[in-house]
């Protein structure tokens, strides 16, 4: 039997989003409880979370991929989305959280605004999501709502709406006041999320008198008639002020505020009638960028009509195999009905259309405007993606993808797992477009890139478990490079064998000299009066092209010189293409053991962003990694350094920045040029060459 289909007027897409274990997995949880979805609390490092259920994720003890969750409350359709606060999954949150209409910010009352809260904050004020935010863990030490509050005010640059005023705090934390209805009410701290009514403290009336006047001032200044009757009176009533809440919510105007303890299941309740009563409906929020097939921009309504929708994830299910969720965005996607890939530019057939509850579905008839939905075994269609109807080619824009953070070189731990490995890597790409894969010439390695230890890691322990493939893990090869140390005149290039019959002979001479930094490889041919026949000059540059896969430092390839050909000898009968190949060759080779080798090494340019009181430590440690601070950036309560850093030093850069700076730092990074290596470090890397010394040119 189908799932009942709500319709659009009903459905609620929420996301939760904050800095990693501040509590979103257990407020989706207690949401899922209430809601009578389930019937017992889940736990994920129990087993028993809905929305955690990848073992991976039961192994860590927290989120790595969003989860889908639907519940009915109070006759809407709520939608959870509950988002990896992880940097390293960072980009897969920030698909998902696209998907949404409001976003639930969640702060931990003791640690304040972290910096991953203040991204997910950042992209929901860029695409336009209206956002509540939920200062959660009341219950634990340190546990200052007021300090929290004048955190969040800093950081966010907003006033946010109070509409409650804790009840206690730490252990003492009993439950809330609610500034609107002007009750008072309180949890048990056993999980069971039993809300009672109860007399308020007489030691919260002071912040309840002025937490409710900034109330109503606040919610009167949204609305020019509302402010004018406030004037006058001084009061208002509260479904008149709540219409104007509910306005100014919706188009982010104002930002209310909730207190809780989601890990005890303590003021959850309030957060869903929230929820349910004024968070936007799918049709409320601005219409959405988009192109046409042509690449034409144009608006897309979010309304009945024409089918567009937008794959926000993809992941592999045993059973079912490659699942796509999709963000129903406008229009009605039918059941066994034809759609269009903007990115393949080719139809797809949508098959059963499904609801997901964690990695449970339920079948659908329809896939109505505003809804998640899910879709099975479609050929070619990933995250990302947008589909739309086949007679209205649409195209959304989708997450930009930053460049990985580390890599990981991966071999097959058993010999028979070569081109299984293969296959187990593109699935791993097709879940998770952050990953990405490269090859290691140095190593003759398959490189897997992303976004930091906790993300490679996660990736290959799912490839063991659901590919059931064991890889071998390393850093890969720093891809160092040679150059010529000085220029070298009069060089000469000789090859001359003879075999019994037809020879080989050819002979060059050449000048070689450094080119600037990164400009890469120039032949100039200057032979004059015939002195190498015109269809042996590009068999010369061949030779020394060839010659430059193998440095004479260290092996490694050599890159920024000039090879001038300026003369040479000919033989009429034993001259010959290889002959001419061997002479460049050889040609090379002595220049470069004349002139000298200098061995250079990558280096990235980065930006750190870390918590201002870790800047000393950091510059430090960046000095000490042979790299060069460039500049800082002071960004609030955080600080921007830009500096460059030789790849040799900065390899596991990711983690080890996560450790210095508690969870709280993050970095881009990019290529940036090639460098000398120091002196002293140089006999270490030749030492360490993976490039045997071949000395046979014949």
Same mark, same amino acid.
């Given at each position: 039997?189908?799932?009942?289909v709500f319709?659009?007027?009903?459905?609620?897409?929420i996301?939760?989003?904050?800095?990693?274990?501040?509590?979103k997995t257990?407020?989706?949880e207690?949401?899922?409880?209430?809601?009578g979805?389930?019937?017992?609390?889940?736990?994920?490092?129990a087993?028993t979370?809905?929305?955690?259920?990848e073992p991976?994720?039961q192994?860590r003890g927290?989120?790595?991929?969003?989860?889908?969750?639907?519940?009915?409350?109070k006759g809407?359709?709520l939608?959870?989305?509950?988002t990896?606060?992880?940097q390293?999954?960072?980009?897969d949150s920030f698909n998902?959280?696209d998907g949404?209409d409001?976003?639930v910010?969640?702060?931990?009352?003791p640690d304040?605004?972290?910096v991953?809260?203040?991204?997910?904050?950042?992209r929901?004020?860029?695409k336009g999501?209206?956002?509540?935010?939920f200062?959660?863990?009341m219950?634990?030490?340190?546990?200052?709502w007021?300090?929290c509050m004048e955190?969040i005010?800093e950081t966010?640059g907003?006033?946010?709406?109070?509409l409650?005023v804790?009840i206690g705090?730490?252990?003492?934390f009993?439950g809330?006041y609610?500034?609107?209805?002007?009750?008072a009410y309180?949890?048990?701290?056993d999980d069971?999320?039993t809300m009672?009514e109860?007399?308020?403290p007489?030691?919260?009336a002071d912040d309840?008198?002025?937490a409710?006047e900034?109330?109503?001032e606040?919610?009167?200044?949204?609305?020019?008639d509302l402010?004018e009757?406030?004037?006058?009176t001084?009061?208002?009533?509260p479904?008149?002020?709540?219409r104007a809440?509910?306005k100014a919510f919706?188009?982010g105007?104002v930002?209310?505020v909730l207190?809780?303890?989601?890990g005890h299941n303590?003021g959850?309740?309030?957060?869903?009638?929230?929820?349910a009563?004024?968070?936007?409906?799918?049709?409320?929020?601005?219409p959405?960028?988009?192109?046409d097939e042509?690449?034409?921009p144009?608006?897309?309504?979010r309304?009945p009509g024409?089918?567009?929708?937008r794959v926000?994830r993809?992941?592999i299910?045993?059973?079912?195999g490659?699942?796509?969720?999709?963000r129903v965005y406008?229009?009605?996607?039918?059941e066994d009905g034809?759609a269009y890939?903007?990115r393949?530019?080719d139809n797809?057939r949508?098959?059963?259309?499904?609801?997901?509850?964690?990695?449970?579905?339920?079948a659908?008839?329809?896939?109505v405007?505003?809804?998640?939905?899910?879709?099975?075994?479609?050929k070619?269609?990933r995250?990302?993606?947008?589909?739309?109807e086949?007679?209205a080619k649409r195209?959304?824009?989708?997450?930009?993808?930053p460049?990985?953070m580390?890599s990981y070189?991966i071999?097959?731990?058993?010999?028979g797992?070569?081109?299984r490995?293969?296959?187990?890597?593109e699935r791993l790409l097709?879940?998770?477009?952050?990953?990405?894969i490269?090859?290691?010439a140095i @190593?003759?390695a398959?490189v897997?890139?992303?976004? #930091? $230890?906790?993300h !490679?890691? &996660?990736a290959i322990? %799912?490839?063991?478990?659901k590919?059931?493939?064991?890889?071998?893990?390393?850093?890969?090869a720093?891809?160092y490079?040679?150059?010529?140390?000085k220029a070298?005149q009069?060089?000469?290039?000789?090859h001359k064998?003879q075999?019994?019959?037809a020879?080989?002979?050819g002979?060059c001479?050449?000048?070689v000299e450094?080119t600037?930094?990164?400009?890469?490889f120039?032949?100039?041919?200057?032979?004059?009066?015939g002195?190498?026949?015109?269809?042996?000059?590009?068999s010369?540059?061949?030779?020394v092209?060839e010659r430059m896969?193998?440095?004479a430092l260290?092996g490694?390839?050599?890159?920024?010189i000039?090879?001038?050909?300026?003369?040479?000898?000919?033989h009429?009968?034993? @001259?010959?293409?290889?002959?001419?190949?061997?002479? #460049? $060759?050889k040609g !090379?080779k &002595?220049?470069m053991? %004349?002139?000298?080798m200098?061995?250079?090494?990558?280096y990235?340019?980065?930006?750190?962003?870390?918590?201002?009181?870790?800047?000393g430590?950091?510059?430090g440690d960046?000095?000490?990694?042979?790299?060069?601070?460039l500049?800082?950036?002071?960004?609030g309560k955080?600080t921007i350094?830009?500096?460059?850093c030789?790849?040799a030093e900065?390899q596991r850069y990711?983690p080890d920045?996560?450790?210095?700076?508690?969870g709280k730092?993050s970095?881009t990074?990019e290529f940036?040029g090639y460098?000398?290596?120091?002196?002293?470090?140089?006999?270490?890397?030749?030492?360490?060459s993976p490039?045997?010394?071949?000395d046979?040119d014949?």
């Amino acid at each position: 039997m189908a799932a009942k289909v709500f319709e659009t007027a009903d459905i609620r897409n929420i996301s939760l989003a904050g800095h990693g274990f501040c509590g979103k997995t257990s407020l989706g949880e207690a949401i899922l409880f209430n809601a009578g979805a389930t019937t017992r609390f889940g736990n994920t490092e129990a087993g028993t979370s809905t929305f955690d259920y990848e073992p991976e994720e039961q192994k860590r003890g927290g989120s790595i991929a969003s989860s889908f969750v639907w519940v009915e409350y109070k006759g809407k359709k709520l939608n959870i989305i509950d988002t990896p606060g992880d940097q390293n999954f960072l980009y897969d949150s920030f698909n998902a959280m696209d998907g949404s209409d409001c976003a639930v910010i969640m702060v931990s009352c003791p640690d304040g605004v972290e910096v991953q809260t203040e991204r997910f904050w950042n992209r929901a004020v860029q695409k336009g999501i209206p956002r509540v935010i939920f200062i959660n863990k009341m219950d634990r030490d340190r546990a200052n709502w007021k300090k929290c509050m004048e955190d969040i005010e800093e950081t966010f640059g907003v006033k946010p709406l109070m509409l409650q005023v804790p009840i206690g705090a730490e252990q003492n934390f009993e439950g809330v006041y609610d500034l609107v209805h002007q009750k008072a009410y309180a949890w048990p701290h056993d999980d069971s999320g039993t809300m009672s009514e109860i007399d308020a403290p007489a030691e919260i009336a002071d912040d309840v008198e002025t937490a409710r006047e900034t109330l109503i001032e606040d919610i009167a200044s949204t609305d020019d008639d509302l402010l004018e009757q406030y004037m006058e009176t001084f009061e208002l009533d509260p479904n008149d002020m709540m219409r104007a809440f509910a306005k100014a919510f919706s188009a982010g105007d104002v930002v209310p505020v909730l207190f809780g303890a989601s890990g005890h299941n303590m003021g959850v309740q309030p957060l869903m009638d929230l929820i349910a009563e004024y968070a936007p409906a799918p049709t409320a929020l601005a219409p959405l960028d988009a192109e046409d097939e042509d690449g034409n921009p144009l608006q897309i309504e979010r309304a009945p009509g024409t089918f567009v929708g937008r794959v926000i994830r993809t992941f592999i299910d045993e059973f079912s195999g490659q699942v796509n969720i999709v963000r129903v965005y406008a229009g009605e996607a039918p059941e066994d009905g034809m759609a269009y890939n903007g990115r393949t530019e080719d139809n797809e057939r949508l098959g059963t259309l499904h609801i997901q509850r964690g990695k449970e579905r339920d079948a659908i008839d329809r896939g109505v405007c505003g809804d998640i939905i899910s879709v099975a075994k479609l050929k070619d269609t990933r995250t990302n993606d947008t589909l739309s109807e086949t007679s209205a080619k649409r195209k959304l824009p989708g997450v930009v993808y930053p460049q990985p953070m580390m890599s990981y070189a991966i071999q097959p731990a058993s010999r028979g797992d070569e081109d299984r490995i293969k296959t187990a890597v593109e699935r791993l790409l097709i879940e998770d477009p952050t990953l990405s894969i490269t090859y290691d010439a140095i @190593s003759n390695a398959m490189v897997l890139n992303g976004m #930091g $230890s906790s993300h !490679l890691e &996660a990736a290959i322990d %799912k490839m063991a478990r659901k590919f059931k493939v064991q890889v071998n893990t390393a850093l890969p090869a720093v891809p160092y490079r040679e150059t010529i140390a000085k220029a070298i005149q009069g060089v000469e290039g000789k090859h001359k064998k003879q075999t019994g019959g037809a020879g080989q002979f050819g002979v060059c001479f050449i000048h070689v000299e450094p080119t600037e930094r990164d400009e890469g490889f120039e032949f100039v041919d200057k032979i004059a009066q015939g002195r190498i026949p015109r269809q042996y000059i590009p068999s010369v540059e061949k030779g020394v092209v060839e010659r430059m896969k193998s440095g004479a430092l260290a092996g490694y390839p050599v890159v920024d010189i000039r090879v001038i050909l300026y003369d040479g000898k000919y033989h009429p009968v034993d @001259s010959k293409d290889v002959a001419y190949q061997m002479a #460049g $060759s050889k040609g !090379l080779k &002595a220049a470069m053991e %004349k002139a000298g080798m200098t061995m250079l090494e990558p280096y990235y340019a980065m930006e750190i962003q870390i918590p201002s009181e870790s800047m000393g430590d950091i510059m430090g440690d960046v000095t000490s990694r042979r790299g060069r601070v460039l500049g800082m950036d002071p960004k609030g309560k955080h600080t921007i350094i830009k500096a460059v850093c030789p790849l040799a030093e900065i390899q596991r850069y990711a983690p080890d920045l996560r450790s210095m700076t508690g969870g709280k730092g993050s970095f881009t990074m990019e290529f940036a040029g090639y460098e000398p290596v120091p002196h002293n470090l140089v006999d270490g890397i030749r030492q360490a060459s993976p490039f045997s010394d071949n000395d046979d040119d014949d």
